[in-house]
């Protein structure tokens, strides 16, 4: 066995050292120390909570504590108190919670986006072959509930739950190797062991995402009562509350990773710093966590987190009430929504009178905007239109990038389509630069050459069967304002070379639900894997089931074994392949090599069209709030700014 000290990070945590070197040094912020019961017993706690235990309605902060605590090494000593101010956008925002405390999976990233650490998992080994893994709980360690975190919760969350096809209709990725699924076993109370079909180097990286936390969300003396084979009236109890099925009934009570009801039952014990008071539900106009008496890390002196009482989540209802709020020093850390450039100039204007600081977010994104054509459209006319590949090259072509880089980025990029960043070890330069240059005469005469040689009476181009060529492109505004404005200007690009589009701004819920029928002609979104192209490679190969925009049906055969959606193309079935190869292979130099041929196929396919590098964000936090890091990073699969760890956040007090 391997010690769990050492976490192979492979090429892309070598480049992830190199790019945010600049913020690396302050991972000790998050780092952990030596632990052990003495902590529970010389240990301090929140005075409320103190209050609670000497009056008996709370146990004492020895029997609340696990036997050895996660330490964190804060970079002050913080106080208690303070509500912590922060903006939700809508009714479908629920990841702008997930980020801020949603990290507590059994393993997590560490401040640099370099190395995976102990979370819930006090240690792990791994064998020889990687295809064991066993983790070492804390003992002792408590739900929100006081009732205890044991590997009947791991197993019963995997096995019961995640590997339910009433529940999922396939396996979460995440927990499968080879179109296989993992085994998880119970081997003492505090000892788990997930066991795969063939290796998966990455396990433990995948586990540090977002995605990677189902083996810590669902507490079985809970969400059992929801489930048919512990509770027999379980869909008699789903009719009564007028849901469809069991599942149904479960969902809404015990969530999932990324959906609204996650967040939306102050019943449900977590594992988190704070527990919701006020629910995340329909009508809502803010969303309150207070501290979870139970939660299970302290700082360096023996101070039980979090230093801060509750969460304030405000729900506005556009970008601009966000903005007024954080000028006016209604919020106290902010990224989510506000972090255009076009915000950045007033934002910085603002900042001695609203109380607050810049902090710079590292892009570990690809691409700003990335178009996704829907290439498994259900009208095989628009179906025949986006496959052909010579039709993609002439949209790409016919796109002024310079003038949006000027006039959206304030000059702040440069022309890219996808794949690693540069300056990553597994860079492509054809995947990054192919058809970037601006030449709508070679856009034309591809046009011409595959049959949309006709137009109208606007002169816009006419497909084989007399219709114009013509569809809407998904944009969600209150997210990604600048890529409306980049639609805008390919628009009228587009429009020169004879392509007719509707930049069709819709609500994220909406959007979702059009992208997870197939309904969309094209959608946006900024194209990830630009750090990180192992753990997120939905740009390269269809194998995100949300994410994957420009083919989602191949994206469920993938991921289902052939047992749902449509069979891709060849391409994308030796890239699946290759995927899983890299997914397995611990060598990082073969590992390279792997993703390399995956490069390739992606690039000769050219699926998706880009527009610009990924640039650097920014984000505000008040004067007053300590310990939050100058610069992190901007990811999904570093679900910023969970990862630095908001429990040991503080307000000095004045």
């Not at 986006?113 to 072959?129: D, G, I, K, Q, S």
């Not at 739900?143 to 529940?167: H, Q, R």
């Not at 009562?225 to 007028?242: G, I, L, R, V």
């Not at 046009?447 to 497909?463: A, E, N």
């Amino acid at each position: 066995m391997k010690s769990s000290k050492r976490v192979s990070s492979g090429p892309a945590g070598t480049s992830r050292r190199d790019v945010l070197k600049g913020f690396a040094g302050a991972a000790a912020l998050a780092g952990v120390g030596g632990a052990g019961s003495s902590w529970a017993q010389a240990g301090k706690e929140a005075p409320a909570l103190a209050k609670l235990a000497s009056e008996g309605k709370l146990p004492a902060l020895a029997q609340r504590l696990p036997a050895a605590p996660l330490v964190i090494n804060a970079e002050k000593v913080g106080v208690y108190g303070g509500s912590l101010r922060r903006g939700l956008r809508g009714s479908a925002d629920h990841n702008g919670i997930l980020r801020m405390v949603g990290n507590q999976g059994l393993v997590r990233w560490n401040l640099a986006f370099t190395e995976v650490l102990p979370n819930v998992a006090e240690r792990w080994e791994v064998n020889a072959t990687s295809t064991e893994f066993v983790f070492h709980l804390r003992k002792g360690m408590k739900w929100s509930d006081g009732k205890p975190f044991t590997a009947d919760d791991v197993v019963f969350a995997i096995e019961d739950c995640a590997k339910n096809p009433e529940l999922y209709k396939s396996v979460p990725s995440q927990l499968m190797i080879g179109g296989k699924p993992c085994q998880v076993t119970k081997v003492d109370e505090d000892t788990v062991k997930f066991t795969f079909a063939s290796s998966y180097a990455l396990f433990l990286e995948q586990l540090a995402t977002p995605l990677g936390q189902h083996p810590t969300l669902f507490p079985k003396h809970y969400c059992s009562q929801f489930h048919p084979k512990y509770n027999p009236k379980a869909t008699e109890q789903a009719k009564a509350a007028n849901l469809s099925d069991w599942a149904a009934l479960f969902r809404a009570r015990c969530g999932d990773i990324e959906i609204p009801a996650r967040w939306g039952n102050a019943a449900k014990p977590t594992l988190d710093p704070w527990v919701i008071s006020e629910p995340y539900t329909g009508g809502a106009t803010r969303v309150v966590m207070e501290r979870n008496p139970y939660f299970w890390q302290v700082d360096q002196t023996g101070q039980q987190l979090p230093y801060i009482d509750r969460l304030s989540f405000s729900i506005a209802q556009d970008v601009e009430s966000l903005m007024l709020d954080a000028l006016s020093g209604k919020l106290d850390i902010q990224e989510r929504h506000i972090d255009s450039l076009q915000n950045k100039p007033t934002l910085t204007q603002n900042m001695q009178k609203g109380g607050y600081r810049l902090i710079e977010l590292i892009a570990s994104g690809a691409q700003q905007v990335q178009i996704y054509l829907n290439l498994t459209h259900k009208d095989p006319k628009m179906r025949e239109m986006f496959g052909n590949k010579q039709f993609r090259q002439a949209l790409s072509l016919g796109i002024n990038r310079k003038e949006i880089i000027d006039i959206v980025y304030l000059g702040q990029s440069r022309p890219y389509q996808t794949g690693p960043r540069p300056g990553h070890p597994w860079h492509h330069e054809k995947l990054a630069t192919q058809f970037t240059e601006f030449d709508p005469k070679q856009a034309n005469a591809l046009l011409d050459r595959i049959g949309y040689d006709k137009r109208d009476g606007q002169k816009f181009r006419l497909r084989p069967d007399g219709k114009r060529v013509f569809f809407s492109i998904d944009v969600i505004p209150t997210l990604y304002p600048d890529a409306v404005d980049t639609l805008e200007l390919i628009k009228r690009h587009w429009a020169d070379i004879g392509v007719d589009i509707k930049v069709n701004t819709i609500e994220r819920a909406l959007y979702y639900t059009r992208g997870d029928s197939n309904d969309h002609d094209a959608a946006t979104w900024p194209g990830p894997g630009g750090l990180d192209p192992i753990l997120d490679a939905r740009d390269y190969l269809a194998q995100h089931p949300q994410g994957s925009r420009y083919a989602i049906p191949w994206t469920l055969w993938y991921v289902s074994n052939g047992k749902d959606g449509q069979e891709p193309p060849e391409s994308q079935k030796r890239r699946m392949k290759l995927y899983e190869q890299a997914l397995a292979t611990a060598d990082i130099k073969k590992r390279g090599e792997i993703m390399k041929q995956v490069f390739d196929l992606a690039a000769d396919a050219f699926e998706t069209i880009g527009v610009c590098l990924a640039v650097n964000s920014f984000g505000i936090a008040r004067n007053n709030l300590q310990n939050v890091p100058k610069s992190y990073p901007s990811s999904w699969s570093w679900p910023n700014p969970g990862p630095a760890l908001p429990q040991q956040f503080f307000f000095t007090r004045t």
